[in-house]
């Protein structure tokens, strides 16, 4: 309301005029029929005092619908508990407004149990049932497409079922940072922290990310405090535990271990099987047990995918107007990738694809990868590749450097070396190619 009032003053006097006295006008707090307002400087108040008091007070009676009396106080005059007392107010009132950016289909009732994920599971039931007070920071990691975005928001969806009133904050480590960019190019920095250090619960999903990000995780680590020391609940994940995550702060890292870690493992078998049968019931595709085992043989380690399969194979029957059979099933996943994933737990994954996806990043050719050029952007490229095929690929020095037209092995050795020390002390470069390893990781689950 008071930013009404502000807006209102804005249209009445000069713009050099409103810039120097009134914008920087705040809050203090509203008591007994006296709203009191914090100045930066006695300047600043005396000249209010003197010449514009009476129009404060007119707009802000209107604007707050009653009489109101205006006191202009500066920042060493406010008493602590006047500051609170607004904080609590303001606090009330946007909590009716804030978003969750919970997705309602992410619940504990639709999660399947396994002995994969039973520790996170009965973790996350704890820590919804007790926000709080179970487990603070409650911290779960596991591969991608296992259940840790789903298993964060049923934590959100459970609480928010329960204490409506509750605030909850739902968002990813790339957003977290975003807004935080935003809001300190727009000067909006109180409004941020005041958004972020109150909620009762707060959900930072894929924190790994945050890696090598100084700012973000000097902000995070204040944001994480505030919150902490008020028993909050903070629930994150990652796709490491926090001892692997590169070019974290050691006070961040050790506070994410404060409380409890859960990891979530690939599904076994049965797991398999039940998040199928459950998925199929769900979306009311008809589908024998044999189908759906030999699914389970072929995706072992994504249950997105796992999922997906089930998806396309409905969507390919419908259209083809065929049943769901092995025949389809094999059709879906062709040949040879059918005979490749039955036969291997993951599927293997090329050096061709790393070179592929570093020069897409790189924006560099595919001769220049394989070439000799010693260009640094094309020699940084190429040993990222040697480096990621080593790392991800798990593929013998010498192959490696076949496969990059090298007769040496050592100097894919080399890259390799050089690549990880790089990485602890370059948070950009660190970030590229934790972004390129998710990228690949996906692709040597797909089907
Ligand atoms: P992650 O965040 O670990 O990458 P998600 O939480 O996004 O994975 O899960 C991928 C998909 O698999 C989602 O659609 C999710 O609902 C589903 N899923 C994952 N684990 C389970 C489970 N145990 N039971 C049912 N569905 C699951
Ligand atoms: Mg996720």
Redesign the pocket.
């Known amino acids: 309301t008071w930013d009404k009032c502000l807006r209102e003053i804005r249209k009445e006097v000069k713009p050099q005029l409103y810039k120097t006295m009134f914008k920087d006008l705040k809050v203090v707090s509203i008591d007994s029929g006296v709203l009191k307002l914090k100045a930066k400087d006695r300047i600043v108040k005396e000249y209010l005092e003197k010449n514009y008091l009476n129009v404060i007070k007119e707009v802000v009676s209107k604007e707050f619908g009653r009489q109101l009396d205006v006191a202009i106080v500066l920042a060493e005059d406010i008493h602590k508990p006047l500051q609170l007392e607004l904080n609590l107010f303001e606090v009330k009132k946007r909590k009716e407004n804030l978003e969750s950016n919970l997705n309602p289909?992410?619940t504990f009732e639709?999660?399947?149990?396994?002995a994969n994920?039973q520790f996170a599971h009965a973790a996350a039931v704890a820590v919804a049932e007790n926000p709080g007070k179970a487990y603070n920071p409650l911290f779960i990691y596991?591969?991608?497409?296992?259940?840790?975005?789903?298993?964060m928001q049923a934590i959100g969806n459970f609480i928010k079922n329960v204490s409506p009133s509750k605030t909850v904050v739902y968002i990813t480590t790339e957003s977290f940072m975003n807004e935080l960019i935003d809001a300190l190019k727009n000067d909006k920095m109180t409004e941020f922290r005041e958004k972020y250090r109150t909620v009762d619960v707060l959900l930072i999903?894929d924190i790994q990310f945050i890696s090598g990000k100084d700012g973000t995780q000097i902000e995070f680590f204040h944001t994480f405090n505030a919150l902490y020391d008020a028993g909050k609940q903070v629930v994150l994940?990652s796709d490491r535990p926090p001892k692997d995550i590169p070019m974290l702060t050691e006070r961040l890292r050790s506070r994410f271990e404060w409380g409890l870690i859960a990891d979530?493992q690939p599904?076994d078998f049965e797991?398999r099987i039940a998040?199928l049968r459950?998925?199929a019931e769900a979306e009311g595709i008809e589908v024998e047990d044999s189908i759906l085992k030999l699914i389970a043989n072929i995706i072992k380690s994504n249950?997105?995918q796992?999922?997906g399969a089930l998806t396309k194979l409905k969507a390919k029957a419908t259209l083809e107007g065929k049943p769901i059979n092995e025949e389809l099933v094999k059709e879906l996943f062709s040949e040879t990738t059918f005979t490749n994933l039955k036969n291997t737990s993951t599927k293997k994954l090329p050096i061709e694809k790393i070179k592929k996806v570093v020069c897409e990043e790189f924006k560099i050719e595919m001769k220049q990868m394989e070439g000799t050029s010693r260009k640094k952007q094309i020699a940084l490229a190429r040993q990222i590749a040697m480096y990621l095929a080593r790392k991800l690929g798990n593929f013998s020095y010498s192959k490696i450097a076949s496969a990059f037209n090298r007769d040496d092995h050592t100097t894919v050795i080399h890259a390799v070396h050089k690549i990880e020390e790089m990485r602890k002390k370059n948070p950009n470069l660190n970030q590229i190619i934790m972004e390129l390893e998710v990228r690949l990781e996906e692709f040597s689950q797909d089907v």
């Open positions: 289909k992410y639709n999660f399947v149990v396994g994920n596991g591969g991608v497409g296992l259940g840790k975005t789903h298993l999903d994940t979530i599904p797991t998040i459950r998925k249950i997105r796992l999922e």
